[in-house]
């Protein structure tokens, strides 16, 4: 009996987001606001423009905001130091997450020309779209009419790190409804990313505790990365850790590169090495290196599906005024 229950439950509950991702449509906004999805591109656009690493920076912000409670801008709330509410962005796994600047010049022009309608999260889903398209990446549509979420607890954010294995990393995409072709396509996304040296420099010094870089890098990656990370000058901020590319060769472009740089053992972080090595994923990711446009038609599927995690439709939460707090 106990068997049939959980089963019952379980279907109910995919049936239920399968229903809830089906009231979202292409094109939601072409009555209520018409510009919408132009202003987002325009906007994306001009920031492209001036800064290509702002691709890398979208497409973590949406994964890291779809990961926690769904795609509901959750992670776009500040935290309330007046009511000790620390809030998802401000989470350790968030740390380097960024992107919010432009999410919200982005809300200010569409409250200007259709004031609580378009919600915040669909912004970061259409910018995303946008931004992958302006780096070279596939061009897809997107359905809209998400709305924003009214929780936001750093207590919630449990994304896994780059030092899991890839059977951890998989079980946590399946928790969200995705699969492994999913997840060696979205790690994919790395191919326009970068990684500060906290999250990689073991891998180039003291691997597992040896005294010795990581035997599956490339030795000449291992040398140029433990130049950049061991400064004189120890950082004392943020901005003042040194990062690097984590496709080595075409940095600021959405293509198959990162998985042909992976084969050849110039994965920077472990998970994106491991990719290239554990049986699981090994196969699709020779299949991407081999394939460009195979990875960009998987892509484009994945950031759909994955763009429908977990959405609130209808009546559902709310449509925010102000991406960084709730409505009053």
Known sequence: MKIVTLLLVF???????DFVSAQLKVGFYSSSC????????NVVKEKFKSDHSITGALL????????VRGCDASILIDSDPTNNQTSEKDSNPNFTV????????????????????VSCADIITLATRDVVSLAGGPKYTIPTGRRDGLVSNASEVDLPGPNRSVSEIL??????????????????AHTVGIA??????????????????????DPELVTKLFKLCNTSTPPTTLDDVPTTFLD??????????????????KGVLKIDQELALDKLSAPIVSRFAANGNAFRQSFAKAMVKMGSINVLVGDDGEIRKNCRVFNK
């Open 248 to 265: 080595q060769n075409t940095s600021f472009v959405v293509d198959n590169q990162f998985y042909k740089q992976i084969l050849l053992k």
């Open 11 to 17: 279907l109910c509950y995919f049936f239920n987001q």
């Open 171 to 188: 079980a946590f995409f399946k928790t969200l409804g995705l699969n492994k072709n999913d997840m060696v396509t979205l790690l994919g």
């Open 34 to 41: 018409p510009k919408a999805e132009t202003i987002v591109k």
């Open 98 to 117: 960024r992107g919010y600047e432009l999410i919200d010049e982005i809300k200010e022009k569409l409250e200007v020309n259709c004031p609580s309608t």
């Open 60 to 67: 973590r912000l949406h994964f890291h905001d779809c990961g």
């Open 196 to 217: 500060h040296c906290f999250f990689f420099q073991f891998r180039v010094s003291n691997f597992r505790g040896t005294g010795k870089p990581d035997p599956t890098m």
